[in-house]
């Protein structure tokens, strides 16, 4: 197979807006002995995209490759025989030609090598569409819910931004599992998109006051834990509709980082305070592949039903607009949005 020497990417050579985004062309990457070279077909555009580009999350030189989530083709495989003959890496079946999925920064380029321990096999009956919007979303889900606060039958919960990607992942995943599930989302039409996902409460933020309706819904209560993607803008408000003993799972940065709390503001009802990511909870085979075994179950069996809502081009232009439109709020967004980086 020839293979080029130079590929297109998606790039940032410093922090800033939308204006810092490229598309350039990089030199092939080199494939190191551990990793596997694969050719990208979708790349997976999330709220995380924005940090590096910000800057609230390092990156660890510029020009940088964003993008954390894709899905493509195994290309070569690894060289290193260790490897080769790693009894986990064998289990996982990677073959040339086979489907896997991206779990690293840089992934949104034509043709990437990492370590085969970031990349995971798809099953041939999961289409590159579904698999490169299932690591952030679903998979966060997964874990959080998960080891960051257990969500179990007969807990209460807020999801923040429920008919968002992941609102509706988590959605999704608290109902299996027997909860009851309050989100806050912008608009009517969110509001139905999310309850059809099985939210049994669904708040208008600008319509309505969060922790008063919270309250309400809870017969003063509280819920039993909060998922909250928003940050800034919704964190302080967190601790008044939390119940004691309940547990704040701070998953995101979308308005802004919160400021700092002290450990007193625990302290009255006897709370958590969790910051989990989702690299975190990926870090041995052993864990990655329970958890894939999980993500591929739940897809399979209509447990998450990935609603994409738009394709965008792989271009300097598609980028920009896809960053604009998961980064704005009260948007139109409900779902995932993706970039179509070749074709299949």
């Known amino acids: 197979m020839s293979l080029p020497s130079t590929v297109h990417a998606i790039t940032i050579s410093k922090t800033g807006g939308l204006e810092v985004l490229?598309?350039?062309?990089?030199?092939f990457p080199v494939q190191k002995p551990d990793e596997l070279l694969v050719k990208v077909i979708y790349g997976g555009v999330n709220t995380v995209d924005t940090y590096f580009r910000k800057g609230l999350y390092p990156v660890p030189s510029y020009p940088q490759i964003l993008g954390a989530e894709a899905s493509g083709v195994i290309v070569k495989l690894p060289t290193d025989e260790g490897v080769l003959n790693d009894q986990r890496f064998k289990s996982r079946g990677y073959r040339v030609g086979s489907k896997v999925?991206?779990?690293k920064l840089g992934a949104h380029a034509e043709y990437v090598s990492f370590p085969w321990t970031s990349l995971y096999p798809v099953p041939d009956d999961i289409s590159f569409e579904i698999a490169s919007s299932s690591v952030s979303h679903c998979l966060t889900a997964i874990t959080t819910m998960t080891e960051a606060y257990y969500v179990k039958k007969g807990d209460v919960i807020l999801v923040?931004?429920?008919a968002g990607g992941l609102g509706l992942a988590f959605t999704a995943y608290a109902k299996s599992r027997g909860a009851t599930v309050i989100g806050t989302t912008s608009s009517e039409a969110k509001a139905v998109i999310a309850k059809s996902y099985?939210?049994?409460h669904v708040i208008l933020y600008t319509k309505e006051n969060t922790v008063q309706r919270v309250l309400e819904i809870t017969n003063g209560e509280g819920v039993h834990a909060v998922f909250d993607g928003v940050g800034k803008d919704t964190f302080l408000s967190n601790f008044d509709l939390l119940r004691r003993k309940g547990t704040l799972v701070a998953i995101g940065n979308a308005s802004g980082p919160p400021d700092p709390v002290s450990p007193l503001k625990l302290s009255a009802k006897n709370l958590k305070l969790v910051r989990p990511t989702l690299y975190g909870y990926l870090v041995t085979p052993e864990e990655t592949d329970a958890?894939?075994?999980?993500l591929w179950q739940g897809i399979k069996s209509g447990l998450f039903k990935i609603r994409i809502e738009r394709v965008y081009p792989f271009s300097m232009e598609g980028v920009r607009e896809?960053?604009?439109e998961i980064s704005?709020?009260?948007?139109?967004l409900a779902g995932k949005i993706l970039l179509k980086i070749a074709d299949e």
Do not use: C, R, S
């Open 322 to 324: 896809a960053q604009k």
């Open 160 to 162: 923040h931004t429920v």
């Open 22 to 27: 490229e598309k350039t062309e990089v030199p």
């Open 198 to 200: 099985g939210a049994d």
């Open 291 to 294: 958890y894939l075994a999980e």
């Open 101 to 103: 999925i991206v779990n």
């Open 328 to 332: 704005t709020p009260g948007g139109t």
